[in-house]
């Protein structure tokens, strides 16, 4: 039996029919929000594998949060419960994690991360501009 934080079983990885309700069907709002994650996305990998490689602690649950944030506007629900579970593993080892691989153990909520940013990428595809407004 899977785990439902490993795998999205096929469904798509946002919801956001559900943001666009909260932004009152603003769709410019919603390409706009859209479009900062896409532009932050490299950045937040990026701090993600720094703080991770350097083993820093303090930082990965910087980042981790930021990731988290990130995705809870998208109601990107895999992602958000990885970060979760990293804020979680994080916080248990805030004292000792200078023996846990932190890179290998991100990789689940990076990967998560990608597929964001991958489903994020073609709805801005499929919702030009200029069709927003």
Not at 23 to 36: E, P
Not at 86 to 108: F, K, M, P
Request: aromatic share 4%; hydrophobic share 40%; net charge negative.
């Amino acid at each position: 039996m899977s785990n439902s934080i490993d795998a999205n079983n096929g469904g798509p990885i946002c919801n956001l029919d559900y943001l666009l309700v909260n932004l009152g069907r603003n769709r410019a709002a919603a390409n706009r929000l859209v479009q900062l994650f896409l532009e932050n996305h490299p950045q937040l990998v990026a701090r993600l594998e720094q703080a991770a490689m350097d083993n820093d602690i303090s930082a990965m649950q910087d980042v981790v949060h930021d990731i988290r944030g990130s995705c809870v506007l998208f109601s990107a629900h895999r992602a958000v419960a990885l970060a979760r579970e990293l804020e979680y593993v994080l916080h248990c080892h805030r004292q000792d994690g200078t023996g846990i691989n932190w890179l290998a153990r991100s990789a689940a909520l990076r990967n998560a991360l990608t597929d964001v940013h991958d489903e994020l990428k073609r709805y801005q595809e499929e919702s030009p501009v200029s069709d927003l407004s």
